[in-house]
């Protein structure tokens, strides 16, 4: 793959990842949170918002980072959806 369509990629799935943090947080709330697992020990509330922020934060992160790190912040967004796959 080249450089060229990694980085739409990345650029592809930092903006879905923003866009799904904010739907997070405002209009979708509700959908989210009907799919949080009962044994999560939080609030479901308080999950839903956590993960969106968290969503948000590595979508720009993604959009973001310098060359250097891109590595990293691929890593940590592998596991976030490792993470969260259960609620899926």
């Keep these: 793959m080249s450089e060229k369509s990694k980085n739409i990629a990345r650029y592809t799935l930092g903006g ?9 947080l405002t209009f979708a709330r509700k959908e989210f949170k009907a799919q949080v697992p009962n044994w999560v020990p939080l609030d479901k509330d308080d999950t839903v918002v956590y993960s969106g922020i968290a969503e ?10 310098p060359e250097k ?16 796959f259960p609620g899926n």
Excluded: M, P, Q, R
Aim: glycine residues 12%.
């Design 16 to 24: 879905f990842l923003v866009l799904a943090g904010i739907s997070h």
């Design 56 to 65: 948000i934060v590595l979508g720009s992160s993604l959009i973001l980072t």
């Design 69 to 84: 790190d891109k590595e990293i912040v691929g890593n940590i967004t592998a596991t976030f959806f490792g993470a969260v």
